[in-house]
């Protein structure tokens, strides 16, 4: 091995989670599950994984949780285990987007860290709700807006602080995908089936599902407040309820201008994120793909190729990075970042101390302006692409 | 080497040509000589290089043109060699984009094939003109938009054509490039006075300079006519007087839609055309820096690299390739390409017979658009982005 | 997310793991321990973790290990927890690896399973003790050539035992690094100075620390026995004692032939395992740094980018997978991979029934072969390149 | 366009150039004509196309040729334009490599200097005459080893040169091709029959017909003399009589040490010519596919991609560059740059002045080296690996 290690940090008890949502067949819950994992700062004790109460006592001992801790119901996971005296201190809800508020306050309301899959809520007035509940509680509020934790998006966003790329000019940002290029929620597909379907996903199709993650990551790495938006939607499937393709142009405080690209209509495409941003002295561009580079141009010389942990790369892509340059993190390392920065957050409150300055995780004030973006869009195309105020 | 050749093709004479424009420092010049020589179909036998007399002679003598040919002004040269036995048969105009109309005028009236660098004109009433008087002559008319020579493109061309990717849905076309990051129009650069000076350049800047390109080159691919379309411009670079970042949606008829992105001002891009297409049934993508590979994504399995004269690469390509896969073409191949097309549309004038319906080239239709689409983007852009037809 | 998820597997009781090494600094301890977290199928429950009390102490506590079950030597460990009711099952040796052979047999001969890293030990001798004293006890071996865990590597091996190449002719196999460029070993630096020093390395330097992985994959993908070598070994680093650098030509049984090679100071490589393999149909390219990609070129087809879980993606890569194709999988999750093989062949050891077939490790046999590997290619060396039979 | 343009060198009077073989049919016949086209400095006036009388008739009149200058032998040809007033002053030579010699020898003699397609005989005895014949001519020699015309090549040898590599200690490059994967010469493909004919090859197939080129690049690249090298070749195709495969051991003067691969029967794989070299300081790539980057990592440092004319980018590749960095230039225009070189050697002659110590061809002594490389891996690989001095 090329480098030397460095060792997981100082041990604190494990947090003890709950999850709401995730049983058998959900995608995003055993991600949230590894991911929490990883880096061994939580245990989880207790679940509420599914509406359907057969499937959420199977899914508990699938996952080897005490039966006593296997819930039919969020709020009774969260009324009986705020009485416990080991109870969780920390939740994750992976449940539909339409869920969130209502799981969420049952928990923010007993000062239980909530941990909240994205977008934050399928609409704005849930969404200021949250907020609500979430500024109104003593507890903590993480929104997994996972991409937030590859080493070289946090890279990225220490370029564009330290002015490495001078001011900023232009923003480029894409989130295609290809698998609803066909019409596979007729076919059932329980993924495709919530995605496209306002009651549960919002009023975005596209723009919920990804053109958030993409909004989301152009604004934390820039740090830019956006401004306005002018959008062009489509639901390109004959039959689809939401947007599965979104044009948009955007426009920054400060004059810096954008595009935003979403789809899932995009043939070989599979997650194809990718920021690229312009300053006046220089260039930055990352692909979610292919995570361990950042290709980072100054102005008038030749392109540099940014490797995380290797050489160029900073001190805010060290402490989350796990291994040495040449070795890849992928997609469950960064979501795994969220958790442990989760983790330090909390293990500060616990200790009655200030959250180190250093540790970044979303908030719900991403979230609320994640939604925020996505009814501004479906508005915007609905007005034929006038400019709307975020 | 790796496969069989193919020979020239056989023998007419060489065309006769003149050239307006390409003195000295002048780049494009150099370009479509270097680009009417490869292929061996024309002779450069006269010019007019020069508005600057003494510059015209002395480019005359680099080059080697007989001093009785080379002329103080288009209008001379036009004259002159239209009374020749042996005088022209083509002329190339590769002029600042203002000079464009009045120099063609000259030789089209008088029956001389016109080959001319775009855009068209710098603006729409000269645009109009000039295909009246294509129109009426009968020369023809051939509009460099060089990159419609690269055998890929072709390949992505036929594709479309053919149905192999379906019904299209979105393109996402971008030219960036980096040149212009710093205001080096006020250090004096040729190159970059006259492409930010309104009088000789026209309502566009990058959009005239390089929008242009990629508007034209969507066209080309997908034979899709553009409907209407929405822009924001702007002139990043203090001082500057035409645009240098724009951002374009699209909407084609019969509903595909389109995002355009075309910049200056975008550190680590030298010439980054790229272009982009998705239908119902598959997805390409072709990059102008890697002009050899197409890739191709045949919806629901793996992508596939399609290279030049490689296997999957088909006969639009082949015809105007000239090695062995494996081995690149590159940009003065492309742009060769557009002269030896024309050269077979002269020839086949000569002979008095209907040119190939293989032979393909871009046309003063093609120009007129290019200008009407700069046109519609500083108009949009003036509205505030609001959707201006075409 | 694109497509349906799958949850974890159905839940047995956790293997209670030990560790042997693996204290604060070394690298790979903390690599081992995240991967046995990763899917949840071991608990660490014990410790030798430093040869340097204090600090086995203080690891165990960082660890947050039980103290009682901390413990001074792997010896100490291995008797007092083959008495426990509740003792550890399976133990990671992650020492340098003179150490590996010692350690290995105190659990091996009290039926304590064996996860050891690689390469199985320093010398010949001793690894053919090693293999000696796990076919002779009744606990299982398990390698960690943790390089044959990522998908896309499972992938290759299934298509060549398919057939989809046909006959190999030709294995193309390389792993340069360039971490030793400069004598970083005279710094003092630890995980330098170990990989240099024959008496805890062993004979080869660059080839055992990273040829024996290259020679351990092209075997794993290939299904190959490889016949002989002819090696040139050089220490360009002034004052080095072990090789830096090695250029291996391979002959193996059957006809195939390959190049091996492996550096630690080529400048430009952080960890730069990659192999190509090609047959009578077709050939494959695959890259560590990279490693959710397989290149595939049918012969005198386009070639095809095969994705983790994408299209033409097959079984062997689907069952060690986690997250949809285009959501990066990385060396963490490689490794994982084969703590959870480890896991699937203990579990049924517990429950007295066959390990089902599809459950893919590196065994002892494999360990013997890398390291008569590193052994041949110094012994060829020394005789100027001669072929070394293996 | 983004920078200056720079424009065609001052003007001498073209040369008069008769070519040897490349008939129709010929692949690379076309490719001479091209290159010696491109940058205008050649007029192709006679020629000995084939050695079929009618098939060099009819390939002179689809050129262009005077038939008086069309000839039915490469004897006659010499001899009667060397009598002409206006006679050719250079000649090419292209056809297969066992007629090198005999048809070069009558053009030296008479003074006529000699561009001659590689490898530069079929054997190591003709080499050896050439080279006398050459030396013993006022005339020069330039051997087409095009790949050395690569600008990128240049600005890699300047490198090297400049010490900003440090010491040499490694080089790997390859050359696989797929074309040969089957017994395509037994179907009468003319390009594939007399390359696998050792009467018209030499002892040669893979090695002669591009294993030549791989080591000629790495000695132009790195300056580097070979001492010795260990071959392993293979004739994997049954019934072939000569090499598709050869893997090489390589020794240089002065310690470095390298690897080279060249293959016909690599599925996947065009014209895959790529080299890399590491030093104390840095390592550099190149990769003729895509052959306007170079990647530069100076260690310790991120990896940097150099584009041709692009930043980073110096002196030696900018006088053989063509257009501006971003556009690609290719193979055609690299094979043209050896015959601008030769142009500007020969002007040199004319005026009786020296060579330009920037002109850079490969000559007569590259060809004796190459054949020598051939002959030697031949010898090696019979002696069963064994080390050959050159």
Redesign the interface.
């Known amino acids: 091995?090329?480098?030397?290690?460095?060792?997981?940090q100082?041990?604190e008890?494990?947090i003890r989670l709950g999850m709401v949502g995730g049983g058998?067949?959900?995608?995003?819950?055993?991600?949230h599950?590894?991911a929490a994992?990883?880096?061994?700062q939580f245990d989880l004790v207790a679940g509420a994984l599914s509406s359907t109460p057969e499937k959420a006592i199977a899914?508990g001992?699938?996952?080897?949780l005490d039966p006593s801790r296997t819930y039919g119901s969020y709020k009774e996971m969260a009324i009986r285990e705020a009485r416990l005296k080991d109870g969780i201190e920390a939740v994750s809800i992976v449940t539909p987007n339409h869920v969130h508020y209502e799981a969420a306050k049952e928990f923010l309301k007993r000062g239980i860290h909530v941990i909240c899959d994205k977008p934050l809520t399928s609409n704005l007035a849930d969404a200021k709700k949250m907020k609500k509940a979430a500024d109104e509680s003593g507890a903590l509020f993480i929104l997994t807006h996972n991409y937030t934790g590859y080493p070289m998006v946090r890279q990225a966003r220490e370029m564009v602080a330290n002015g490495e790329l001078g001011k900023i000019?232009?923003v480029?940002v894409?989130y295609p995908?290809?698998?609803l290029?066909?019409a596979v929620e007729q076919t059932g597909?329980?993924?495709a089936v919530w995605r496209t379907d306002p009651a549960q996903s919002g009023a975005g199709g596209s723009t919920g599902d990804i053109g958030t993650h993409a909004y989301n990551l152009a604004a934390f790495v820039t740090g830019l407040t956006l401004e306005s938006l002018?959008a062009?939607l489509?639901s390109?499937v004959e039959g689809r309820r939401l947007d599965d393709?979104a044009?948009v142009?955007l426009?920054y405080e400060g004059g810096a201008?954008?595009?935003l690209?979403c789809?899932q209509?995009?043939?070989?495409?599979?997650?194809?994120l990718k920021i690229?941003v312009?300053?006046?002295?220089?260039?930055?561009?990352w692909v979610?793909?292919?995570?361990?580079y950042l290709?980072?141009?100054?102005?008038?010389?030749?392109?540099?190729?940014?490797?995380r942990n290797?050489?160029?790369s900073g001190a805010a892509a060290g402490r989350v990075s796990?291994?040495?340059?040449?070795?890849?993190?992928?997609?469950?390392?960064a979501f795994a970042t969220i958790y442990t920065e989760a983790a330090r957050a909390i293990n500060a409150v616990r200790q009655g101390v200030a959250v180190d300055k250093a540790v970044i995780y979303p908030t719900v004030d991403d979230g609320v302006k994640g939604v925020a973006f996505v009814e501004a869009c479906v508005a915007s195309s609905k007005k034929?692409?006038a400019?709307v105020k975020l």
Chains 1, 2, 3, 4 share one sequence.
């Open positions: 091995m090329a480098i030397e290690g460095k060792d997981e100082a041990r008890p494990r058998a067949g959900a995608f995003i819950g055993a991600v599950r590894m994992r990883l880096d061994d899914s001992r699938d996952l080897g000019r232009v480029q894409e995908q290809d698998w290029t066909e597909a329980k993924q002018a062009d489509d390109f393709n044009h142009m426009r201008k954008g595009m690209w789809s209509v995009a043939p070989g495409h599979e997650n194809g690229r312009y300053g006046t002295k220089g260039g930055i561009e979610q793909a292919d995570p361990n290709w980072f141009t100054p102005f008038g010389e030749p392109k540099r190729l940014i490797t290797g050489a160029g796990r291994i040495p340059s040449g070795h890849p993190e992928g997609y469950l390392e034929n692409g400019w």
